[in-house]
């Protein structure tokens, strides 16, 4: 499965909407997400698994890449 997850760079940073990054990482399930990304210094906000619909949606954007961790 396919999550976006909204994050900020540091985990020091007040999240603010305007300067939230995201990214795509595909994972069995949130915590595996979370633990795929604990090595980087971010401030997790939200992670959202994307269904068909969705991912069909995000994949239209030219900033769509799916990392691999």
């Not at 940073?13 to 995201?22: A, D, G, L, N």
């Not at 595996?32 to 959202?48: A, D, G, H, S």
């Not at 698994?49 to 239209?60: G, M, V």
Request: charge should be negative; hydrophobic fraction near 35%.
């Amino acid at each position: 499965m396919i999550f976006k997850v909204i994050y900020q760079e540091s985990r020091l940073e007040i999240p603010v909407r305007e300067r939230s990054k995201s990214l795509y990482i595909e994972a069995d399930s949130e915590k595996e997400v979370r633990q795929k990304l604990t090595n980087r210094n971010y401030n997790i906000e939200f992670i959202q698994p994307l269904d068909e619909a969705h991912l069909a949606y995000e994949q239209q954007s030219e900033d769509f890449k799916v990392e691999t961790v």
